[in-house]
């Protein structure tokens, strides 16, 4: 789904004019972006959606996988998502076991 698919959903569920659906959705990616990135906080829980959640990695040693040779991977933040269990129960309701 992209951001303009999700205006205009937000356009069908309120009514408000898509420009305005718009800025709300902008403005609300924007927050969660700056939030993390300025690491104001290290997580953001959006209560019945889930946790995004910047983790600090330590430098490692890795493995060049095609050449077999060590190389250092450096000290990193890693963003990830974590579904709250309403969502996943929501995501699987409809899933059928194959």
Known sequence: MTKTEIVDKVNEKLGF????????VESLFEIIKDILENGMDTKIKISGFGNFVVRQKKARIGRNPHTGQSIEISARKVLTFKASQILKEAVNRGSTTV
């Open 17 to 24: 004019s898509k420009k305005d659906c718009a800025d709300v």
